[in-house]
Nanobody, 126 residues
């Protein structure tokens, strides 16, 4: 299964973007999908995740109130709405997925995701 991420771009501080991630198959209907970011020279870090059922979501403290994760079942697509972007949000954003329904405490762990997209670059200029 492949994850196709898109929607990145170059924007100004305060602008918005919406990232999309579409799996090549409907494999994760009982699982968990999420977004991670990797800034230049830094480790890949957790941003947000949700169970595909919609029952549980989790956000990194740095994006709470600014980013929103959601999914469209009919389109089999995961989204990340990025609002009030800051220069420190500049990073490659990766979509990740697992067929397991992760509990809240494990949603931020990279090791718990089995599938990764190719990444989409978000550049925020101040």
């Amino acid at each position: 299964v492949q994850l196709q991420a898109s929607g990145g771009g170059m924007v100004q501080a305060g602008d918005s973007l919406r990232l999309s991630c579409t799996p090549s198959a409907r494999t994760f209907n009982s699982g968990t999908m999420g977004w991670f970011q990797q800034a230049p020279g830094k480790e890949r870090e957790f941003v947000a995740a949700m169970r595909w059922s919609g029952s549980t979501t989790r956000y990194a403290d740095s994006v709470k109130g600014r980013f929103t994760i959601s999914r469209d079942r009919s389109k089999n697509t995961l989204y990340l709405q990025l609002n009030s972007l800051k220069s420190e949000d500049t990073a490659v954003y990766y979509c990740a997925a697992t067929t397991r329904s992760l509990i809240f405490s494990t949603m931020a762990n990279r090791a718990d995701y089995d599938y990764w997209g190719q990444g989409t670059l978000v550049t925020v200029s101040s």
